[in-house]
């Protein structure tokens, strides 16, 4: 790029560092600047093609994570491939506070732990066993 411009862009200083000179600078917000315009045209583009494109940040405590919400992501993510989504594994009381604070777009948790102050939607219904060992007489009775 030097050659092209004709003019230092870098001081180099020893033999592993270097400095922008004043014309470095000026090139470097030029650069920014220009991939900033590139990455609002792709978005545009793929906009037309109808591609949804974002951040998505989600929490949810362990058990929901790897037991109720691996099938639904793979589907979101086959249908929003370009969405960059991040998935937090927080205690229910992490995901209330993360929430409120609007650190994460929305959390999972029991409805049961759900504060007055805030909103929800009931989204699967979970069944709760009791677990005993085979053989054991509590699996006589019914519950």
């Known amino acids: 790029m030097e050659k092209e411009l004709d003019c230092l ?13 004043e014309a470095g600078v000026k090139f470097f917000a030029f650069s920014e600047e220009i991939i900033k315009k590139y990455n609002l045209l792709l978005d545009d583009l793929n906009e037309l093609k109808g591609l949804k494109k974002g951040q998505l940040k989600v929490a949810a405590p362990f058990t929901t994570l790897y037991h109720v919400l691996p099938v ?12 960059e989504l991040t998935i937090l594994d927080r205690s229910q009381q ?11 777009d929305f ?9 007055p102050e805030l909103d929800f939607q009931p989204w699967k219904q979970v069944e709760v066993v009791l677990l005993v060992p085979k053989n054991h007489p509590l699996t006589a009775k019914k519950m």
């Open 9 to 21: 862009l870098f001081e180099r200083i020893g033999k592993r560092k270097i400095r922008l000179t």
């Open 94 to 104: 992490n995901v209330i506070e993360l929430v409120k604070k609007g650190e994460v």
């Open 72 to 83: 639904p992501l793979e589907k979101y993510l086959r249908l929003f491939p370009l969405v």
């Open 107 to 115: 959390g999972f948790l029991l409805n049961s732990m759900v504060p």
